[in-house]
T-cell receptor, first 115, second 111 residues
Framework: DSGVTQTPKHLITATGQRVTLRCSPR?????VYWYQQSLDQGLQFLIQ???????AKGNILERFSAQQFPDLHSELNLSSLELGDSALYFC??????????????FGPGTRLTVL | DAKTTQPTSMDCAEGRAANLPCNHS???????VYWYRQIHSQGPQYIIH???NNETNEMASLIITEDRKSSTLILPHATLRDTAVYYC????????????FGQGTRLTINP
């Protein structure tokens, strides 16, 4: 158990719909990352938040957005869903400090199926 | 971040040492080598990291060549539970930063 929780575990929805994925980081971790894993693209970084502020953006579509709340949990919002958005979505968290490693702890993921 | 090259797949017998190679010939002086693994469809799990010295922890050993252009992850006594995709990642160590995953090596431990 990494200490990172994600809900829901599975989500099945239809094209054109909107969903929200939720992530609670490990206690004390200020950074939250979202990754997408699809069969054809592998694990890809989407976006990072640090203490409520967006820190870095990766290959995140404009239909997707995220935020980190004052209690540090984060939500990833996916809208106008397409079949190709079907994937595993992982959240990870890490501390930010002077240590050079900043290991990332991953949650169990949310499996999104768009029909 | 430097690019890494890993074999697509490897097999190893249970109880033997599994040696997973990684090439990172364009690594910069301030970049670390990290290893993560992903068991089935679970979230990736951190294994070990290093800069230039060899490192060992309770999970594995990391051997980095003197020129730092390649490294080897060693699982000393592989078990069936070590069957996973292993990712070698090179990146600057300081600060909280994204991980860039390649295709990794699919390691299968055979009984």
């Amino acid at each position: 158990d990494s200490g990172v929780t994600q809900t829901p575990k599975h989500l099945i929805t239809a094209t054109g719909q909107r969903v929200t994925l939720r992530c609670s980081p490990r206690s004390g971790d200020l950074s939250v990352y979202w990754y997408q894993q699809s069969l054809d693209q592998g694990l890809q970084f989407l976006i990072q938040y640090y203490n409520g502020e967006e820190r870095a953006k990766g290959n995140i579509l404009e239909r997707f957005s995220a935020q980190q709340f004052p209690d540090l949990h984060s939500e990833l919002n996916l809208s106008s869903l397409e079949l190709g958005d079907s994937a595993l979505y992982f959240c990870a968290s890490s501390v930010e400090g002077i240590a050079p490693y900043n290991e990332q702890f991953f949650g169990p993921g949310t499996r999104l199926t768009v029909l | 971040d430097a690019k890494t090259t890993q074999p697509t797949s490897m097999d190893c017998a249970e109880g033997r040492a599994a040696n997973l190679p990684c090439n990172h010939s364009t690594i910069s002086g301030n970049e670390y080598v990290y290893w993560y693994r992903q068991i089935h469809s679970q979230g990736p799990q951190y294994i070990i990291h290093g800069l230039k010295n060899n490192e060992t922890n309770e999970m594995a050993s990391l051997i980095i060549t003197e020129d730092r252009k390649s490294s080897t992850l060693i699982l000393p006594h592989a078990t069936l539970r070590d069957t996973a995709v292993y990712y070698c990642i090179v990146r600057v160590g300081r600060g909280a930063q994204k991980l860039v995953f390649g295709q990794g090596t699919r390691l299968t431990i055979n009984p």
